[in-house]
């Protein structure tokens, strides 16, 4: 939404630091569905080469054995991210008014249109001046 995207860009100017951990968590937290898509790739490749019962084949107990203990890391991790998202979200909740009068000023710009038409603004334009304007009001 046009909010989050002010949010984002507030933060990028007054909180650089913040918008850095959220981007790195952002990944870190891609990679972690990646890796358990893998993961459940490799399990069901396991069980689909099983001859015989299950529970008597090696190899997908120790697949099995494999994507429990893994599993159980990317949890751990996941938790730790998470609570490093909430201290996150938390600094954002503080710009968030800041947001919302962001994306106010640009519906208003907007409507310039219907007076003349060369009061065309893009969100480009818009949401930086609007930010800075914000900041040094």
Same mark, same amino acid.
């Given at each position: 939404?046009?909010q989050? %995207?002010?949010?984002?860009?507030v933060?990028k100017s007054? =909180?650089p630091? /913040?918008d850095?951990? =959220?981007?790195?968590?952002?990944?870190?937290? &891609?990679?972690?569905?990646? =890796?358990?898509?893998h993961?459940?790739? @490799?399990?069901l490749?396991?069980?689909?080469e099983?001859? &015989?019962?299950?529970?008597?084949?090696?190899? /997908?107990? &120790? !697949?099995?054995? !494999?994507?429990? @203990?893994?599993?159980?890391?990317?949890? %751990?991790k996941?938790? $730790?991210?998470? /609570?490093?998202?909430?201290?996150v $979200?938390s600094? !954002?909740n503080?710009?968030?008014p800041? @947001?919302?009068?962001?994306? &106010?000023?640009?519906?208003?710009?907007? !409507?310039?249109?219907?007076?003349h038409y060369l009061?065309?603004?893009?969100l480009?334009? #818009? #949401?930086p %001046?609007? /930010?800075? +304007?914000?900041?040094? +009001?």
């Open positions: 939404s046009l989050s %995207q002010c949010a984002n860009r933060l007054e =909180r630091d /913040v850095q951990k =959220r981007s790195d968590l952002l990944k870190l937290q &891609g990679e972690f569905a990646v =890796r358990l898509r993961l459940e790739k @490799s399990l490749a396991a069980l689909n099983a001859k &015989g019962s299950i529970l008597e084949d090696e190899k /997908v107990i &120790g !697949t099995l054995e !494999t994507l429990k @203990s893994e599993a159980a890391e990317i949890q %751990q996941v938790e $730790e991210s998470d /609570v490093v998202m909430a201290e $979200e600094v !954002t503080i710009y968030r800041l @947001s919302v009068q962001c994306s &106010g000023i640009f519906f208003a710009m907007e !409507t310039l249109n219907q007076i009061y065309q603004y893009s480009q334009v #818009t #949401t %001046q609007a /930010v800075l +304007f914000l900041l040094n +009001f």
